[in-house]
């Protein structure tokens, strides 16, 4: 027999999928994350599940590693060689305001202190011809000063070396004759793409994190090896793909947003199979939750994201990083927020998260401020001893006293209000910034069916959706566990860019066909490395354009075919049905411009259907127990059902609680529920 494990390490807990890839059988186990260092939950949780399995035959991981160092500050010692005169692009930034009324507007701190950049005399034009060569003697001094500092870690980032990255390349090479321990990166490998302020900082948060990075994955990879021999490890991708070692120690940035990538994954391939194309992907976990829209069968995409935002979700608050993501929205609301009374007497419930450590009061694991599943338990939501299959017993007394004292009595309510007043904030600051990220992309989420997975998302789905006017709700099997399923259901692949700025009717074709055959070239090596053929890689193009004197542009979907033709009415046509999709109508007679190509290289998709186990029990209802009914302000008895025995065809109403071992689904209102022929729960909203 062999099987493959999906691993996703969140702030809370790691999920593992083991998937037999033979017969599509599912196991499904949690533990909690090791904050120090994320292989030893890994290791010991692959160690609980494998038992006396064979090796598996291949590991798909996703880490939040890559964020929380960003977050938390605790990446290399980083230094910053630069153009001179460019010294201070970090501190600039952008001209924008992210809150115009705030009169003491702050940003995040850069990642290269100021102490740490230095200027280099050197210089490229906008169309990659040298103007001043580069100054080895400064790039000496400057690496060693920066290493005199303290530095361990460098990032290079010239000035137009998207178009000709000679002086960093040159750069590197005198850094490493005079500093061999040094760590290098060059923008013109992490991101060769237009935008100073935005290459310099996704360049320097590529080397911050990297050398961390390297270090964990070496030690995850010997340690896999140690205990099982040579297995296969792949990365989750922002983007939605899944990469090597090798390439994720190379650009560790690229897996900012790993994790959440996995759950839209699974989502959309999930709503394929609930015949569903339309799908708002819902994923709480013990920290935050995550939504994606998907459209059509497709999440949404971006190649901008934010990390470490002052206001954690105000756009513009944080550090730009230019890499390709699956777009989603992260809400300060998980299992693990932390609610409290401020100082006007009013309820607030997150950011602050209790997370693994010390985790919420009911854990027993030293935690003393209330959280969301303190709350839950409390409402009956969740079953002190039933939580994680039985494997984690809760402690519904100290969850109780915790709120009452903390919560309750301040605001001078009893504790089923106080739990209900936790419960029902989390869920409305969810619908709210649902509905402002749906409205930003020109999208009505009625319009969309949610999809409902996590540890904690099936507990408040049924309160979202209701407050979001949907109509339908599923629940896939496995649901505490779907990110790790989407790293299962992942491709190989691989995004590239090269920022090449031209009106199209003044485009050097023979210039672009160039750049196409060298991005081709590289992407084709490094997903043959992980293993795919040649025959079966695709190749899908894409350019970001704009008319002219616009700052933004818009990602238009082209082929290869349309370069090879010089075709320009094509490419027109392309933009102008993009910019019209987007909003509304194109503008007349103006001159467009192409500002950067882009080329994914992607393998197979792996398609499987997971097999769900099922219990011999005819009776799917294991019990009953009171649970908080919004609607009636009162607590009502409702059956309990065992979602092992819950076969396709079957079917029931709501209100109902629905127990799996690594998630709980609450029904707390008027609702049909069909078991579908993949098992999912299709929940009609009454």
Known sequence: MAYSFGIDVGGTFTDFIALDDGTGEVRVGKQLTTPHDPSVSILSGMAAMAQADPAPSRIVHGTTLVTNTIIERKGACTALLTTAGFRDTLTIGKPLRYDLYDLFLSFPDPLAPRHLRFDIAERINAQGDELKPLDEAQVRAAAAQAAQAGATSMAVCFLHSYMNPGHERRAREIIQAEFPGMNVCLSSDVVAEIGEYERTSTTVANAYVQPLMTGYLDRLDEGIGERYGRVPIRLMLSSGGITTIRQAQAYPIQLIESGPAGGAIAATYLGEKARERNILSFDMGGTTAKMCLITEGRPTR??????????????????????????????????????????????????????????????????????????????????????????????????????????????????????????????????????VYASERGCDPRAYTMMAFGGAGPVHAMALARSLKLRRLICPPAAGAASALGFLLAPTSLELAQSYVSRVEQLDWDKLGGIYDDLQARAREAIMEAGVAAEDITLTYAVEMSYVGQGFHITVE???????????????????????????????????????????????????DPAVSHTTSTDPVKGRRPIYVP???????????????????MAFDGPAVVEERESTLVLAGPCHVQVDHASNLII???
């Open 302 to 435: 971006s190649t901008q994201f934010e990390a470490a935002r002052v206001r954690r979700f105000m756009r513009g608050s944080g550090l730009p990083l230019r890499v390709p993501v699956i777009e989603l929205i992260e809400i300060g609301a998980g299992g693990g927020s932390i609610a409290q009374v401020d100082t006007f007497g009013l309820l607030k419930v997150g950011p602050q998260s209790s997370g693994a450590v010390p985790g919420p009061v009911c854990y027993g694991r030293g935690g003393r401020q209330p959280t969301v599943t303190d709350a839950d338990l409390v409402l009956g939501y969740l079953d002190a001893r039933s939580f994680l299959g039985g494997a984690m017993i809760l402690d519904a007394d100290a969850a109780r006293e915790a709120i009452e004292q903390q919560i309750a009595r301040p605001l001078g309510v009893d504790v089923t209000e106080a739990a209900a007043g936790i419960h029902q904030v989390v869920n409305e600051m969810m619908a709210s910034a649902t509905r």
């Open 558 to 608: 082209i082929d290869r075919g349309l370069i090879d033709r010089r075709d320009i009415d094509a490419l027109r046509a392309a933009f102008i049905d993009a910019y019209a999709a987007l909003y509304g109508k194109p503008l007349a007679d103006i001159t467009m411009q192409a500002v950067t190509w882009r080329l994914t290289a992607s393998g197979p998709r792996r398609a499987f």
């Open 631 to 649: 609607d009636d302000k009162a607590y009502g008895d409702v059956p309990v059902y065992d979602r092992y025995a819950l076969r396709p065809g």
């Open 684 to 686: 009609d909203l009454l």
